[in-house]
């Protein structure tokens, strides 16, 4: 396995154009989550799947953005129309469906910069 | 809701030496998960280490050990004979406790660790 990868690992913008990350989670990992890091920060949640579903937006998810885990597996992360407050990390996580307490695994995310 | 401060933007020790991370957490939760992650220069998050808040016993990872103090709503990070490889951001990071449901994590501002030769 190796681990959860996302694509792309940079993007640069211009403001106003639309932009697609994807993160393809670790195999059989029906839990998948969306984080954003600015500078200076630690992540703060975005969204949530469990499998296909997507339970969870935060507040902080404007209409602009759009997540989509269509078959269970990889997921997309839209941005319409990217202001420059969109300039950020966003990473991604996900975790196995246990009874235990399972632990959230990281890609390297995506860096945005909008112009 | 949730809340983690990480009062330490910068931290530094010399190689070998022990140096220890400090996290405040503010929940009105009883049972819930306190993590410490570790982000390297350009590489990704990974798990130092977590307790459980209904567990006693102070969570401990080789040369990695946490101080949690439930009541004072703390959880510090302890590192032994510290390593240029553990010269990284360190968030201390609070999940609630839940069956199957959301993890999302809430996570502190960080610290920035260098290790000094």
């Known amino acids: 396995d190796t681990g959860v990868s996302q694509d792309p690992r940079h993007k640069i913008t211009k403001r106003g154009q639309n932009v697609t990350f994807r993160c393809d989670p670790i195999?059989?990992?029906?839990?998948l989550y969306w984080y954003r890091q600015t500078l200076g920060q630690g992540p703060e949640f975005l969204t949530y799947?469990?499998?296909?579903?997507?339970?969870?937006k935060s507040r902080l998810l404007s209409d602009r953005f759009s997540a989509e885990r269509p078959k269970g597996s990889f997921s997309t992360l839209e941005i319409q129309r990217t202001e420059q407050g969109d300039s950020a990390m966003y990473l991604c996580?996900?975790?196995?469906?246990?009874?235990?307490?399972?632990?959230?695994?990281f890609g390297p995310g995506t860096r945005l910069t909008v112009t | 809701a949730q809340t983690v401060t990480q009062s330490q933007p910068e931290m530094s020790v010399q190689e070998a030496e022990t140096v220890t991370l400090s996290c405040t957490y503010d929940?009105?939760?009883?049972?819930?998960?306190l993590f410490w992650y570790k982000q390297p220069p350009s590489r990704q998050m990974i798990l130092v280490i977590r307790?459980?808040?209904?567990?006693?016993q102070n969570a401990t990872e080789n040369r990695f050990s946490v101080n949690f103090q439930k009541a004072a709503k703390s959880f510090s990070l302890k590192i032994s004979d510290s390593q240029l490889g553990d010269a990284a951001m360190y968030f201390c990071?609070?999940?609630?406790?839940?069956?199957?449901?959301?993890?999302?994590?809430?996570f502190g501002t960080g610290t920035r660790l260098t290790i000094i030769p």
């Open positions: 799947f469990q499998n296909e579903a997507q339970l969870e």
């Open positions: 996580a996900s975790s196995p469906r246990t009874v235990l307490l399972s632990e959230q695994y």
């Open positions: 307790q459980e808040a209904y567990k006693q």
């Open positions: 195999s059989e990992h029906n839990r």
């Open positions: 990071a609070y999940r609630s406790h839940t069956n199957f449901g959301n993890e999302k994590l809430t």
């Open positions: 929940t009105s939760e009883s049972d819930y998960y």
